[in-house]
T-cell receptor, first 111, second 113 residues
């Protein structure tokens, strides 16, 4: 089963770039890598998804090396409102509907 | 409408009570999910319905009983719960399989006394 490993926490300051790296050594060939953001007492929210190389949207970039054993979520110029838990997910087993959340990274942005 | 709604927002119940959690989406999604989240832990998958049929049951105790009356509604019936079942219960939906974006509701905060 694919499993993800992320840092437990990261601190940053407003305006800085935050990079969170996730390890997924056993990722399956057909699995995508997906990141979600969660604020306290709210449901997680989709941020970005990729399969290989680089994906960018209006809120983040996702960098995936050729071996796909890790990925890095990049949050440019963070603000206080980016303080949240960030989860890296890959598929879990052969079931098409099963996703497993990793432990998550708590990002704290300070003024 | 990209919203998943959950009711109630908060629920307090005794161990002998029977209650139900409700989830609704109107995005035409064919997959709906129940997750359980304890404090400072990631969400844990409980059940998945695909095209209104139970697709995944993650060995959840029978005191939790899911139901999918139609493609827009998902219920979680609760009976004889234990205090350790207190958690945030999240509902989600997606258009298709796991690689499709899951839209989460705000959750129901359940306390079992």
């Amino acid at each position: 089963l694919a499993k993800t490993t992320q840092p437990i926490s990261m601190d940053s300051y407003e305006g800085q770039e935050v990079n969170i790296t996730c390890s997924h050594n056993n990722i399956a060939t057909n699995d995508y890598i997906t990141w979600y953001q969660q604020f306290p007492s709210q449901g997680p929210r989709f941020i970005i998804q990729g399969y290989k190389t680089k994906v960018t949207n209006e809120v983040a970039s996702l960098f995936i090396p050729a071996d796909r054993k890790s990925s890095t979520l990049s949050l440019p110029r963070v603000s206080l409102s980016d303080t949240a838990v960030y989860y890296c997910l890959v598929g879990d087993g052969s079931n098409d509907y099963k996703l497993s959340f990793g432990a998550g990274t708590t990002v704290t942005v300070r003024a | 409408d990209t919203e998943v709604t959950q009711t109630p927002k908060h629920l307090v119940m005794g161990m002998t009570n029977k209650k139900s959690l409700k989830c609704e989406q109107h995005m035409g999604h064919r997959a709906m999910y129940w997750y359980k989240q304890k404090a400072k832990k990631p969400p844990e998958l409980m059940f998945v319905y695909s095209y209104e049929k139970l697709s995944i049951n993650e060995s959840v105790p029978s005191r939790f009983s899911p139901e999918c009356p139609n493609s827009s509604l998902l219920n979680l019936h609760l009976h004889a719960l234990q205090p350790e079942d207190s958690a945030l219960y999240l509902c989600a939906s997606s258009q298709g399989p796991r690689d499709d974006e899951q839209f989460f509701g705000p959750g129901t905060r359940l306390t079992v006394l």
